[in-house]
Every structure is written in structure tokens, then in C-alpha cells.
């Protein structure tokens, strides 16, 4: 069927279905969010009142058998960081969607009433608005449990716990996985956006349509060499056995690992928590080492980790959220943790900023480094209730910091900096000042070249050559962002020569047009500068495009190195 | 004796006195605080870490007999705002500080070990460093109480409450006044900052110097002139009589008292709030109508305000925080808001900023509107304790704001908006988007134009002409804040044309020097663009310039208006 979009407005609870206008046609996923919000949100709008827009787009691939294609990306002004965000997450939604046509939901307004919650329900026809009541306030996983039965065991659902419901600027939108398990829209906020909608959740219904494709053969034959590329790299074997937690080890050793709110870079409890740790424990236990977040993903970087008894704990259970609880907390129970990041995908919470946010208050004096139970307990008792405190960490470090007066905020645009640290590995720093969305590992991910040695190798203490790295990944990323592509993509297309032509060849075959490799990188850079240019008009300036000042004033061992790139340095990042 | 200047490091405990540089002799007050501000602070640095510096200077005619010259300005970068910040106050410190030659302290530097409290003494040699125990963690009565016992009852006192201790965003710093009760220098949190470099005190040893005069004579004449002029002006006899809570009914009359959070423009509770109810329950208690917060001044706005029982219970008992706690909050009991002050003077915060964030943490849900008894609860119990509530309060209506997901906070550059609606009075509405610091009525207060009919009348719901009475009076009060002079002798130099020349001449002849009306008003010029030049600087732009966006929104009742200045009107602010 064609394509459409979904226009959704909250303040008169009216539904439209739209023309995919001319100028979006070419655009999927973040260059599609990020050209609709720039073209229809006030950059200057508070992001949790009305002229907030949230949109949902699949990517250029999605809904298509192309391997590793089922990335739903979501768009918004941020409350967390004030800038245009793009966030995106695995699950089952991004298919069913683009198999409906929907090539892009924009959700505008709210309603005056703030009294009322409501759910959306996206079929063939459109979308629809009804009041809800039953799930309200419910976890996620209730909620999404209680959608299967209310709408079937396949209904797609996109979801806010109740840290969206209240409104926490770390608030995610979940998507449920073929497990009914939770992916994550996970950075900026977007939950609080979708709960400043009132909207509770969005549920799919199931199709058979299938997308149109305008050339199946040669989409058969670019896929296979595609997924042959992906199968056969090395880091999407050890990110399927070990899962992205294979970096603890990996990062410790460089002395990246920000340790005890980023005051060393090295984490003596590192083997505790190491992915090699957790792979024995799951499959002592009887978790499942492997598992796809979505339905055609062939590198299954996701597991489900079992408690001690062998039952679900959690899954999707990643590097950097272990490594904030972990090494950033300082603590060194996996048990712990994995319960902890289970509370935060049930709460609909973002498993970086949050522990990020510990942290810092573990340096305010708020519980003690490595209080694992304290993490627990605060997360029961304050943020799933709200309390002054929950809300406190429920908007993250930067929230913290100010509320404790700690100056060691780990933040960029206020969103909190992910597990690499920026002293002993610069590419990452530049990431980290210059994205367009506050600090975002995934923006950037220059620990491919710095450590990895993929895409060539450049030494991460050394200040040459970091800004065009960063700026070359993060053009690239924007760009498998719109393709409805994992990020995990890119160690192959970085190292193996027939992976790039193939995905081009799948967007070729999936349209019927010519692009080139050079389109590719264009419309990179076009979603770069159209996001940045939103933030310029919102009021942010190139000194916003900084690390926090105690990078550059407190070495960090063991390589006792500063954040030393100058801030000329960091500008000619926007030279292109 | 020769004027100097003193530094303090509290990195490494160090003190030195220091000759003035010839670029600083020709200021003082706000005038010499921004410039030393925006000549040694990093704009970008943190607000409360090492490189942030505390400078404090009496005015050019303080220490001197002038009538009304006792003003003490304090500026730093604002943890609040992340502007410049100048705010300023009575009490007896700027002379004692005039008359013992020190033209300006910089506080700079902050130990490195945070768990020590210091104290500075300041005499003829200049500042000595203390380690202090005793009144850590005391209220700011009994600090002061403590002090006159140590150090003699003639002693100056400089010192910050528990809230600055705790770094809250919205700690002031207070200055004891002839009667041992706390005048503030309110606004944009430099206590926090005070706090940051563990400083508890300043204590300033009483003198007998005078401050050299360069023309005895000259100087007696205009003083005499000077005086006359500020008490025959009527609203200095107003002011007088009712204190600056003379402005509840004239301003409700006008229908731009911000009411129930900025929701309407009249409290109809006004009656049991107004300064002739306060005068009528001062007198009838046996409080004191008329009270001065430094020798020599002759208007005398403050006052003793007296529980039932005719026992002290507040001073210096504002319009703006009357307002605050009694029509934003909509509180119609005077003892209750009385009481509120003198608690918010005893843990220093600023009693605009904190009472604006009860506001919207009514809205919020936090408690009920009108709610008093919850309101001290509140302050007794969280605040005052640093509970997390406490903190997320304590930081001011903005952290207020994002704690509870309140679209409607009346900020701008994150201070709260004062007592006059900027739609239904749109001078000031100028004032608080341009200003430099921050939503500040007492940066421009066209208020005098708009309302009172000084300096001509300008209809405060038309947009022409606004800009230029904003400009015009932005500039006058910088210049008038560095001359140590209250800033309530405005109303006598728009009015009288004997005032300002006398003003001028008190100048001249304290110094020796022939400064004209011009140079007083290219000093106006000089500082606003200094400040300005701070923020731009610290990463502030024209975007920062706006005023929240449900003024343009929400109508405002009676006159049923929003703010409709154009940006470009606003931006025309600086064509000077």
C-alpha cells in the first residue's frame, strides 16, 4: 500500500491521514524525525507543552526482509537536553508499521484537560484515539502483558511507564520485543514527551501486508551478501556471544572506564561484572546467551540473563548500563544490577542517565558508592513513586548535580556521558561536544578506531586526526539511523568492502533508484546540519559544544591524561 | 587611607592586599564588580567550582555621610542563571568596608578538602583566614547573635544561612543591619557560590576612619540638597509609611499582580495583604512603621513587622514576597507570609525566588494553593533540613518546574519573574527578557513609568515605547548601583530636577573630579555591555531574551492580554 503519514493531534483529539509530502519521500527513520521536527517544531517551544511534536518513523528498510532492518526511530525536542533528539530503539513495531504504510506519525498538540489518559491504536485506516484507564500507572511489562490479552499476542505496542507518566526527562519509550520483552527509545526523554501527549501507548495492529519492493531479485541478492558481511565479522560474533558487555574488559584495559563517578579510569571489580562473567553465569543458569531484539537481526547481540533460580531477570542488557551501575557506581554485583536495569525498563526509565544520576549522588553524599541495595530500594521507593528524590534521579545527572551542588556532572547538554571516558579516548570526547543530541556514544562511535581497531586504527590518547573521525562516523551514522538499520552494522561496513554496496544496493533495489555512496554521505550531512540548525535557532551556541570543566582539569589514571583538545579544535567539527 | 583591594584564595588559604588597577579606580558598586567579574572569571566555568570568584564592593559614595549611600554589591557568575549576577544590599557592611579603604574583595579559588568551614576578618590589614566550627550549620539570627558576642556588637557581619551551605541555587547572602537583623543581597544564588568556597562569614572590624572627601564643603551642600529632594518626593513618603507593600492594591488595582501562579491578574484576597493592612497590625501591635537598613538613610521603606504578642517577627518585609507568598501562592494571611520571611532570612534564600517556586509547586501538585501552614511546614522540614523536596525548592522555580513537569514556571534565564505580570504592565516585561542577571524588576523598573506616573506616564498595555523606557532605566539603575546609593532614590531623580545634579556633585566632590550627567549615563552603557558581553560569552544569545512562552499564550485577566512584543522589538534592546 502507499505510504502515509499519521497526523495525530492531542489538543482536539482528531486523526489525519496525510500525503507523504514531496520532500520527506527520500527520508526514513532519523532523517525523516529530524526533518519533520525541524520543518514543524518551534526550536524555541518548551518540550513538554503543546507545539512539541513527537514523531515516529521506521527506516528506509524496515518492514522489508532485509537483515537487521527493524530500528524504529522517534523525534522530539528533548526535555532532557533542550535539543532535537532522534532516538531508536529494536522491537517489533518498526516492521509492523512501515508494513502499514506508515511512513512517518506525528503526534502535536495536547489536551487543555490534563485530567485524562489516552492510547492509540494504528491499523490499515489510520489511527485511533481512546481514553484509557486499565493499564494507567501500570510497569511496562504489565502493560504490555495486558495489551496481549486485551489485543492478541502479536499486537505491536509502543509504550511509557510511569517515569513518562510523570514526566521524568529520562523518561524512554519502550517497544516490545517477540519476547514481549522491552527495547528502548532510550535517550533524552522522549517518554515525558509522549506523557506530556497523554498518551499511554500505541498498539499495531498485526498485518500480512508485506512492503512493496521494486526489485526483489536483486534485493534477494544484495541481502545475502549483506547478512553474509554481518555474520562473518568478527565483532558481531563476539557481540553475539557476549553481548555488548564484551567492552568491560576491553574498556578497563585501555584505563577508559569511567570509574566512581568518572575519577579513574580503571575498575578493580571489572571481572565481576565483565561480559565473559556474565556469559558463564547465563548459561549456568539456563538464561539464553543469544536472542534478536527483532525479527531478522542476524548478529543477536541481546540475551536474557536468569536470576539464580533460572527465571527471567532482564535482557537487551547492555554494556554501558552495566558499566554506570557497575564501574561508575562501583558496584560489583551482576545480580544486583540486572535487577536494577529490570526496574528500569519495567519504570520505562533510561538505563544510562539513571545510573549515571547515582553516581553523582553517591559523590553528593546521597548513598555510598557501591550501594547496591541503596540503588535498589531508591529505585522501589522514590522514582517509581515519585517522590522529591525519584524525581530528583528520574531527570538525571545533571538534575542531581544541581540539586546537591556537585561539580563533577558527567554531562553534555545536560545528558549524561556514556562509558568511555573522553581523557583516555578523545574520539569519543569529540562525539560527545559536538553531537547535535548531548553526549551519545552511538552518535560517534569512535571506540571502533580508538580501540577496536575497526575502520583502521588511531590512537585514543593522541589529539590528531579525533575530529575527523568523529565527524566521519557520526555523517555515517546518521545516515544507517534512516535506514532502519541497527548501528551494529557499521564494524562490518567499516572493515569488510562488500557490506556498504550491499546495503546501498538494498535501498537501491527496495525503491528503484541509482544512489551512490556519495548520496549516502550527503544525506549524512544534510541530517547533521538540519539538526544542528534546529539547535542553533533553540539558543544553543558553540559553547555548548563543551565536555565539563573537570575533564580538563583532573588527570585521570591510569594514564593520568586530560581532556586537552581545544575548543577550535572541537568547532572545526562543523567544517564540512 | 588609600583605597585597595583585597584578595582572598581559598585553594591555598592566601590573602594579599593589592593596589586598585587604574582601570577600576573610577568605579564601584555593581559598576566594579562586573567589571572585575567579567575580567577574571572563565564565562564558561562551573558556578560553584574553583574558578567562579566572589567579589564584593561598596559603592563610590559609600562611607560617605551622602543620605541613603549604604548599599553593598555582590557579583559573581550565578549558579542559578549562569549569567553575570550583581545583587545588592543595605545593612552596615559597605561602609564599615569604605572606611577601612577596601574598594573591592575578590574571593577566588575553593579548598580542595571540602569538609572544612572558614571565616574572613577584615580590618585595616586586610582579611584574615579563620577555620570556624562554632556557627556552622546555625540560621542566620543566631550566627549574627553568636558573632556580636565574640567580636563586639559593632561588628560587621557578611554571612551565608544553611541554604548556602547546603549550595542552593537560591541562597543569598545577608548583611546585618543596625538592629542585627539580615538585609540580602537577594537574588541569582550567590550564597551557593559563598558556600562553594566554604566561607561561613565575613566579619569586619568596626573603625573610626572616615572616607576622604576631596571637597568637605561641596560635598555638605549637595548632600543637603541630595536629602532634601528624596524626602519631599511623595513616593519616598509612601514608601515610608507603607514600605514597598504600598504596591499591593496599586498594583492589583492595575490588574498585573500575578495571581495563582500567573494565572490571573488580580488577587481578590489583596485587601488582607496590602501595605495599609500592614501598617494598620504594625501599629496596632506596637511593631515599628519606619525603619532604616543603614545609617543615613532617609526614606525608610523597611520595617519592624510584630507577631500578636509584639514580639519581632520579620523586617525588611517586601512587596514582592508579600506578593509572592500571598497572591502567586494565594495566601491570605499576612503572619503566616511574615513568618515565611523570616524564615527564609534565617536560612538565607532569596524571598522572591522561593515563594515563586511554592507557587509552582502548587500547580504541580506539591500542596494546595493557599496552603500557608503547608508552606512553613515545608520550609521548617525540608527546606531548612535539605530534604530532596527541600533541594528541588531551595534551587527556585525553575528546578521546581522540571521536578514536577510544570510547563507554566515564570522564569527567565531561570530566575523567577516578580510581582508585575509582563502582559497587563509590558515595560517590565522588557526589563526581565533583556536584563543581563535574569528576570529582575530592579533592573529597570518601568513599573515607575507604567503604573506610578514617575518620569512621565507610559499606558503599560500599549508596545510602543516600552523598549526605550526599559533601555533608559536599565541603564540609569547600573549606574546607580555603583554608587552605593539605594535604588529607591530613583523616584526623586525622575522627578526632581534638583536630585541627579546633586547626585553628580556628591560624586565630585568625594572624589575631586567633574563627572557630567553624560559620563554617569555612558557608565549605565559601559556596564550593561560589559554584562552582556559575559553571558554571549557563557554561551547566552538573543534566544535567551524571551520571556516564557504561556505569556504569549495564555491571556491574562482583566484586560485579557498576552505578551505581544516581537522578538525583534525585544532584540532592539541592545541597538544603544
Same mark, same amino acid.
Given at each position: 500500500m502507499a505510504d502515509k503519514i499519521l497526523r495525530i493531534n492531542m489538543s482536539d483529539l482528531s486523526t489525519k491521514v496525510e500525503d507523504v509530502p514531496e520532500a520527506w519521500m527520500g527520508h526514513g527513520g532519523r532523517g525523516l524525525t529530524s526533518t519533520i521536527v525541524a520543518a514543524e517544531v518551534v526550536p524555541t517551544c518548551h518540550p513538554l507543552g503543546e507545539d512539541n511534536k513527537l514523531v515516529f518513523a521506521p527506516g528506509l528498510l524496515s518492514g522489508t526482509p532485509a537483515a537487521n532492518s527493524g530500528r524504529l526511530s522517534c523525534g522530539a525536542k528533548s526535555p532532557l537536553t533542550g535539543t532535537i533528539k532522534e532516538a531508536n530503539a529494536g522491537g517489533t513495531s518498526a516492521q509492523m508499521l512501515a508494513k502499514l504504510g506508515v511512513k512517518a506519525m506525528i503526534i502535536e498538540g495536547k489536551p487543555a484537560d490534563g485530567a485524562k489518559w489516552y492510547s492509540l491504536h494504528i491499523d490499515e485506516n489510520g489511527a485511533t484515539i481512546k481514553e484509557e484507564t486499565e493499564?494507567? !500507572?501500570?510497569g511496562n511489562f504489565e502493560t504490555v502483558q495486558k495489551l496481549n490479552d486485551r489485543l492478541g499476542a502479536k499486537v505491536g505496542v509502543i509504550t511509557i511507564g510511569p517515569a513518562g507518566e510523570m514526566l521524568m526527562a529520562a523518561a524512554n519509550i519502550s517497544v516490545k520485543d517477540p519476547d514481549s520483552h522491552m527495547r528502548s527509545n532510550g535517550r533524552g526523554g522522549l517518554g515525558a514527551v509522549m506523557g506530556s501527549k497523554k498518551i499511554k501507548f500505541i498498539s499495531i495492529e498485526p498485518t500480512t501486508n508485506k512492503v512493496d519492493i521494486a526489485d526483489v531479485e536483486a534485493f534477494r541478492t544484495a541481502n545475502r551478501a549483506f547478512a553474509k558481511s554481518l555474520v562473518d565479522n568478527p565483532i558481531s560474533q563476539a557481540l553475539g556471544q557476549y553481548?555488548?558487555?564484551?567492552?568491560v574488559n576491553i574498556i578497563n584495559e585501555s584505563g577508559g572506564i569511567p570509574t566512581k563517578n568518572f575519577t579513574? !579510569?580503571?575498575?578493580?571489580?571489572?571481572e565481576s561484572i565483565s561480559g565473559e562473567t556474565m556469559y558463564d553465569t547465563i548459561v549456568a543458569r539456563g538464561g539464553k546467551p543469544k536472542h534478536n531484539c527483532h525479527a531478522g537481526c542476524v548478529i543477536q547481540c541481546s540475551q536474557v540473563y536468569a536470576d539464580a533460580?533460572?527465571?527471567?531477570?532482564?535482557?537487551?542488557?547492555?554494556y554501558e548500563t552495566i558499566w554506570a551501575f557497575g564501574a561508575d557506581c562501583c558496584i560489583e554485583n551482576l545480580d544486583q544490577i540486572a535487577e536494577a536495569d529490570n526496574i528500569l525498563d519495567d519504570l520505562g526509565l533510561d538505563s544510562i542517565e539513571i545510573p549515571v544520576a547515582f553516581a553523582v549522588a553517591m559523590e553528593g553524599g546521597v548513598l555510598n558508592f557501591g550501594d547496591g541495595d541503596g540503588v535498589l530500594r531508591i529505585l522501589n521507593e522514590d522514582v517509581a513513586k515519585g517522590t522529591p528524590l525519584g524525581r530528583i534521579i528520574g531527570n538525571g545527572a545533571g538534575s542531581v548535580g544541581k540539586a546537591y551542588g556537585v561539580t563533577r556532572v558527567p554531562v553534555v547538554k545536560n545528558q549524561a556521558i556514556p562509558a568511555y571516558d573522553p581523557r583516555a579516548i578523545k574520539g569519543i570526547g569529540i562525539t560527545y561536544a559536538t553531537s547535535t543530541q548531548g553526549a551519545d556514544h552511538t552518535m560517534g562511535y569512535t571506540i571502533a578506531t580508538n580501540i577496536l581497531g575497526v575502520g583502521g586504527s588511531l590512537d585514543p590518547l593522541s589529539k590528531e586526526g579525533q575530529v575527523e573521525l568523529s565527524r566521519n562516523l557520526q555523517i555515517a551514522t546518521a545516515a544507517i539511523d534512516s535506514t532502519g538499520m541497527c548501528l551494529f552494522i557499521a564494524f562490518a561496513a567499516l572493515d569488510d568492502a562488500t557490506c556498504l554496496p550491499a546495503l546501498i544496493d538494498l535501498i537501491n533495489a527496495r525503491f528503484g533508484i541509482g544512489l551512490t555512496a556519495d548520496d549516502v554521505t550527503n544525506l549524512g550531512k544534510y541530517i547533521l546540519k538540519t539538526e544542528h540548525e534546529f539547535n542553533l535557532a533553540a539558543g544553543f551556541t558553540n559553547k555548548d559544544d563543551r565536555l565539563p570543566e573537570f575533564f580538563s582539569k583532573e588527570p585521570i589514571a591510569p594514564?593520568?591524561?586530560?581532556?586537552?583538545?581545544?575548543d577550535e579544535a572541537i568547532d572545526s567539527f562543523w567544517d564540512f
Open positions: 493499564v494507567i !500507572g501500570l553481548g555488548t558487555n564484551v567492552l579513574t !579510569g580503571q575498575f578493580e571489580g571489572h533460580k533460572g527465571g527471567y531477570r532482564t535482557s537487551g542488557f547492555e594514564h593520568n591524561v586530560v581532556w586537552d583538545i581545544t
